[in-house]
């Protein structure tokens, strides 16, 4: 017994550990939902040709404390042309000018100035804002 007749326990690695598994669940329900969103505006976009872009937009926690992050995006190499646009089309002036012509896989020379930007991501990040930091609030203080 301390002082006044109370007694100190520390709890604090058992509340850090619960606290850090409520980060975890919390930040990947949010990701699923945006990854979900992000799918369906590549769909809606009209950008599904082998499904690959859609396919491959996943999400992961990673890191441990403050530091801990959701990740989502897809690893597909022409993810990034259809989220920011290229040619005459990409944001910023980024693209070149003029157009260029293209040799698609069937063998058939296109000519093209580029692809508007989709913004599938961003606007997936920005429709399900509120609800995922509504999941993240509600995750949070579970079992403490």
Request: hydrophobic share 35%.
């Amino acid at each position: 017994m301390g002082n006044n007749g109370f007694e100190f326990h520390d709890n604090s690695v058992e509340v850090k550990k619960i606290l850090q598994a409520n980060i975890n669940r919390g930040l990947g329900k949010a990701a699923l939902i945006v990854e979900a969103q992000a799918k369906a505006n590549v769909t809606a976009a009209g950008r599904v040709d082998s499904g690959q872009l859609r396919d491959r937009i996943n999400h992961k926690v990673v890191g441990s404390g403050n530091e801990t992050t959701a990740q989502i995006g897809s690893n597909e190499k022409h993810a990034i042309y259809n989220e920011f646009g290229t040619g005459e089309f990409a944001e910023n002036g980024a693209g070149r000018k003029g157009g260029w012509f293209f040799t698609s896989p069937d063998g058939s020379t296109h000519f093209t100035r580029g692809l508007k930007p989709a913004k599938f991501m961003r606007n997936a990040f920005r429709s399900k804002k509120k609800q995922t930091q509504q999941i993240i609030s509600d995750e949070i203080g579970k079992g403490l």
